[in-house]
DNA sequence: CGCTTCTTTGATTCAACTCAATGGATGTGG
DNA sequence: CCACATCCATTGAGTTGAATCAAAGAAGCG
């Protein structure tokens, strides 16, 4: 199938985090170019992988965490019963992996959405380049609390928020992630079903797709199949604040 | 109201977390000695806090990170609406701000439920401990780890589970972190309000109430206001694992 | 082209919410 | 010590947003 003159040895292909396109928003961020050196050593690039396959899974005993280059990946949970959580999709410049440390495996899963290439950086050696350089220390622990923060962020957009607020939110959420790769902030693509949107945000494949017709039909969005184009964003963020009106305000607050 | 003789100066009270009672459950897990006496000189005991007091707020500079010594902590985002979404309880020996290092500065407030003390730890001497104790490093690694895997299961709890299932659930976990700490895993007091609990779990305060009814009526428990027996821990257990039987299994998997 | 998978749409149901009222604790001042 | 006010929790009645059930349509694939 694939011609000589069109092989490509990946293995050749020098994962250097210097020339990477990426590397002002994922881990080597800050860096000193010195520094950057010395990560470059310990990462490893991936060839494409394949819509579907997993980079790692729960129970796999720890060797990496990953940063995605291209292509995005969903993270999930499954518990007892065999029912699947998704914890977040990841797009390039973004980290998996970071549950894993506790205890030496994984707890999630990770699985390409379409076509992807990521990096994988092994624990043992990152850890000890954090010894040698403060900045990257702090550089990982900035990570990890982001991560935290955005899973704040996402408990209180499924605790508080109403479907539509909810959809909408997560509209955003991308977009504003598509604009600080430099793609566009109004028209994407969404790499996940429904079924996996609905699953995120803890509702029905039915009730995202209404909604999605709902936005469409008020001129919100334009959506083909996987295709979406954000055509009145402050509405949506109108939304996304609950300006849906609905009781709201302190629904269930604490004084 | 204090005659002298009772006056207590917890300045004078040396916070040594070799002498702690938690030191095994708490941030210097696994150290060596002569590693936890570095530890030492940077943590700074708190005296009593008094019930309804803040360590801190959304918006404070980064300090420092906490442990809690005695007590119990609410931790808590409010959002643009001004409605609050509870993050988490926490109990003696677990660590609250990491939330912070991101930016610098708190993005969630922290706030006593009873009187509580702590251990303050500036994050910049953490770090420096950080660079000379690897085994340190690793272990405030392995803390944001687990906050981070913790955060994914209250996700999959809230996203996926009845309002019966939260609060077994709910019930559970404060038992088995009461008996990691010595205390009985069977009997032992909320000490978060009804409101608190609906809103951590995504649920009214009449639906925690009524649960809770039910849960008694049924011979599950015994509740007297703050005070909660578990009567019939494989019963709650069961409960847990969404043996309170509805449709589940692959409710919303993704194939 | 037939098969499967994904998505949309409609009709109906139900778990949890809202609204409303009462009951019990806790706290304060006279 | 009691009267009163406040706060928190419980209970009941009615409503509703999203789930479930069901079926048809569109897209992708070998």
């Known amino acids: 199938m ?4 069109q092989i490509i040895d990946f293995s050749k292909i020098k994962a250097t985090c210097s020339n990477c396109s990426l590397h002002e928003l994922c881990l080597p961020r800050g860096l000193k ?22 980079i790692f899974r729960a129970e ?29 999709f990841y797009f390039p410049g973004e980290i ?50 982001r991560e935290i923060s955005n899973e704040n962020q996402l408990l209180l957009t499924i605790n508080k928020r109403s479907a539509e607020e909810r959809i ?3 509209l955003i959420s ?24 609905g699953n995120y945000l803890g509702l029905t494949i039915e009730t995202v797709s209404r909604l999605f017709t709902k936005f469409q039909r008020n001129g919100l ?3 083909d199949r996987k295709s979406i184009s954000l055509e009145n964003l402050p509405a949506i963020h109108a939304i996304c604040d609950g300006f849906s009106e609905r009781g709201k305000d302190n629904k269930n607050s604490v004084a």
């Not at 992630?177 to 028209?187: I, P």
């Open 2 to 5: 694939i011609e000589p003159g």
């Open 33 to 54: 170019i010195a520094d950057l050196e010395k990560l470059e050593h310990v990462v490893k690039g991936s060839r494409p992988i394949e819509k579907g396959k997993h």
């Open 60 to 88: 796999d005993p720890f060797e990496s965490i990953y940063a995605v280059r291209t292509g995005s990946v969903k993270v999930y949970i499954i518990n007892e019963s065999g029912e699947e959580q998704i914890i977040g």
């Open 96 to 145: 998996i992996g970071f549950d894993a440390i506790e205890h030496h495996k994984h707890t999630c899963s990770a699985v390409t959405l379409e076509t992807t290439t990521y990096c994988a950086m092994p624990y043992g050696k990152m850890s000890d380049i954090c010894k040698e350089i403060p900045e990257f220390q702090n550089q990982m622990f900035r990570l990890l609390s």
């Open 168 to 170: 909408a939110t997560f």
């Open 174 to 197: 991308l977009s504003s992630r598509f604009r600080n790769l430099g793609y566009s902030a109004k028209e994407y693509n969404l790499p996940m079903s429904r079924q996996e949107i």
């Open 221 to 223: 969005v334009k959506i």
